[in-house]
């Protein structure tokens, strides 16, 4: 089974590409630092990897964005779209449920081990979406919240919990302010909330 790696650290790669070759059933097929690699690994690629560990805090944006571009280039060429396993040092729980909307098959801490990570890789394997028992716990509290939120509005709820302002967040989405102004208020509205400051708290 071909294992993509996107992690911009390269010795977490090269120990998860040492662990998974190990084990007898995985072969790496590259190890990449970046999310612009990434796209243009897959672009060039004859044969799409079976599965994907993905990091979210890449040198160069943020890994979730592959998500989405993975999912349009597999339509566009008419190939089934890989596993993703992501594994990442961002635990947030609105982070997490929204790898899970967005394609991810599961999610794993960096700070869980390599016994963890085979458990996840192994449940994925099996159809499953695997979540941890504590960041499940976690990630179900905000779920009834993701329910409500269209995915370009938890995008930007995501921003705005990082204390990134509206004129940023334009900037990041690749959209004017006033659209950004426009889901603020849905959110507002959906969450029944009035502030950013609630907004932080959820």
Do not use: W
């Not at 040492?18 to 897959?42: N, P, W």
């Not at 961002?90 to 960096?110: C, D, H, T, W």
């Not at 976690?138 to 993701?146: G, H, I, P």
């Amino acid at each position: 089974m071909d294992v993509l790696l996107i992690d911009d650290h390269p010795m977490i790669n090269r120990g998860v590409a040492s662990f998974l070759e190990a084990d007898g059933r995985f072969s790496v097929c590259a190890e990449i630092l970046s999310l612009g690699d990434a796209k243009c690994f897959i672009e060039q690629a004859e044969t799409l990897p079976d599965l994907v560990i993905l990091d979210i805090m890449l040198c160069d944006g943020n890994g979730l964005d592959f998500l989405p571009f993975l999912e349009k280039h597999c339509h566009a060429a008419k190939q089934p779209m890989p596993l993703v396993l992501v594994c990442s040092a961002v635990e947030e729980p609105l982070r997490i449920q929204s790898a899970i909307k967005q394609g991810a098959s599961g999610y794993v801490s960096k700070a869980d081990g390599e016994a963890e990570l085979l458990t996840a890789i192994n449940a994925i394997l099996r159809g499953e979406i695997y979540l941890s028992d504590r960041h499940n716990a976690q990630t179900l509290q905000t779920l009834s919240l993701c329910e409500k939120l269209s995915k370009r509005e938890i995008a930007v709820l995501t921003l705005i919990k990082e204390g990134i302002v509206n004129s940023e967040i334009a900037k990041k989405l690749g959209v004017n302010t006033r659209t950004v102004e426009s889901h603020v208020s849905n959110i507002y509205f959906k969450t029944r909330t009035t502030s950013r400051d609630d907004l932080m708290k959820l």
